[in-house]
């Protein structure tokens, strides 16, 4: 995966969901574009040079995920959000 990529902004309902995962520190189910599975704790959303991150927790790292790159995410209280462009 390329970080030179062109960032394409997802929906703002979908940032939104994010935006309550973060504040209530839930682990997300997250399936990224690539295939990877991984299950992590949603800490923040941060903007670096227009490219929009989630930061997670997982097994005790910090780790960014390009929202671009998440095509989807579950959790219990907010169900499961397929992740689309803007």
């Known amino acids: 995966m390329s ?3 062109t960032y394409q902004p997802i929906n703002c309902d979908d940032y ?3 935006e309550i995962a973060c504040m209530h520190h ?3 189910s997250l ?3 690539d295939g990877e599975m991984l299950e ?3 800490s923040d959303l941060v903007l670096r040079k227009n490219v929009e991150y989630l930061v ?3 097994s005790g790292a910090t780790r960014e995920l390009r929202l671009d790159k998440i095509a989807s995410f579950s959790h219990p209280q907010i169900g499961t ?3 689309s462009e803007s």
């Open 56 to 58: 997670v927790e997982e």
């Open 16 to 18: 939104d969901n994010l």
């Open 81 to 83: 959000v397929v992740v």
């Open 31 to 33: 399936q990224l574009k």
């Open 26 to 28: 839930l682990v997300l």
């Open 40 to 42: 992590a704790k949603a």
């Open 3 to 5: 970080m030179n990529e």
